[in-house]
């Protein structure tokens, strides 16, 4: 089985940062894209910014200039820097990864439990 765990969430002033990292456990073939989204209360599930296996990179409008995905393939783990956080950065953070669970299997999306972050003073 191949549960996603986040971490590094929590309660954070304004203009401050936090890093997000999330990783798989359980048997694990390949991993292909990686994503953060989040979903604040009486909103829509948006995304937050994705990352292919190759490294590129895709950011929403409301995010670019303030937050850096990146991932560490020897650890299949996955982060999201923030910075410079905003009252609305305020939400639940859950990560998404493609996996291939063995060879010759189709990729399918694995999502964690969420971590929430919230930015008050």
């Known amino acids: 089985q191949v549960q996603l765990v986040e971490s590094g969430g929590g309660l954070v002033q304004p203009g401050g940062s936090l890093r997000l990292s999330c990783a798989p456990s359980?048997?694990?073939?390949?991993?292909?894209?990686m994503g953060w989204y989040r979903q604040a209360p009486g909103k829509k599930r948006e995304l937050v910014a994705t990352?292919?296996?190759?490294?590129?990179?895709n950011y929403a409008d409301s995010v670019k200039g303030r937050f850096t995905i990146s991932r560490d393939n020897a650890k299949n783990t996955v982060y999201l820097r923030m910075n410079s956080l905003k009252p609305e950065d305020t939400a639940v953070y859950s990560c998404?990864?493609?996996?291939?669970?063995?060879?010759?299997?189709?990729?399918?999306?694995?999502w964690g439990q969420g971590t929430q972050v919230t930015v008050s003073s």
């Open positions: 998404k990864i493609e996996i291939k669970r063995r060879v010759g299997q189709s990729y399918r999306d694995y």
């Open positions: 359980g048997s694990i073939f390949r991993i292909n894209a």
């Open positions: 990352i292919t296996s190759d490294g590129s990179t």
